[in-house]
């Protein structure tokens, strides 16, 4: 085994041992499930690191690993937010949607080279937020028409349309989805160095290369999610309008 790679193994089985060690002191009972996800992560990104190099030696590869991303991040997220009927469809518009438009506009405008190399890396990050920000603006949407139906029916009731009757609660999950995005990139460089920014060190890039690249992906996200939020939301509505859906409901 090379040395970094040993070291690397070390720490992370050192800090595998920290987490357990905290869940016992915080009586958390999830040691089990902390060693599985440790598993799984060192599975995954082996599995991941191989796809990824064959995708770089074959180009004509990417598109077909987006694919893969794109249905896989559709599917986490409609599990999330579990709408019936709408769900799956909404979740899936909302992240394509959302990464196509910020790939496409950092590609058309050259801020990014239209190659593998650049272009999957870039979209795999961009992936992964607006499925965060998908499944984040669709539970809280059915949360927040769940905790304020009696309001909902009283729109109804004077002859609002379901999207109109819970428009105001898809603003305020749309919002509050967001908050962890514009947070990051209000403070980033502050209160912490983004991933991207300190892999590119280790890497051996300049500062002002890894911030350049680094501020890319912080407002590619940003965008990403802004479009998925808004998306997600407002493709819930006519069904989130008619009827209370998740544990509110059924109360």
Known sequence: MPRDLSFSALGVVLLTGVTLVMFRIGGLGRSREVLVVVVRAIVQMTVVGLVIAAVLRSPALAPVYLAVMLTAASVTSARRIAVPGRGPRAAAVAIVSASVTTVLVLVVSRAVTFDARHVV????????????????????????????????????????????????????????????????????????????????????????????????????????????????????????????????AAA
């Open 121 to 248: 890396p870039l979209a795999a990050q961009v992936i992964g937020g607006a499925m965060t920000a998908t499944s984040l603006a669709g539970q809280r949407f059915v949360d927040q028409v769940s905790s304020s139906w009696a309001e909902v029916e009283g729109w109804l009731a004077l002859g609002a349309t379901p999207p109109v009757a819970v428009r105001e609660q898809g603003r305020v999950a749309a919002a509050r989805a967001l908050v962890p995005v514009l947070d990051q990139t209000r403070n980033v460089g502050l209160v912490v160095l983004p991933g991207a920014y300190v892999g590119l060190l280790l890497g051996g890039a300049t500062p002002l290369d890894a911030g350049r690249l680094q501020l890319l992906v912080l407002v590619g996200l940003m965008a990403a999610q802004s479009v998925a939020v808004v998306v997600v939301t407002r493709l819930l509505g006519p069904a989130l309008g008619v009827r209370r859906v998740g544990a509110a």
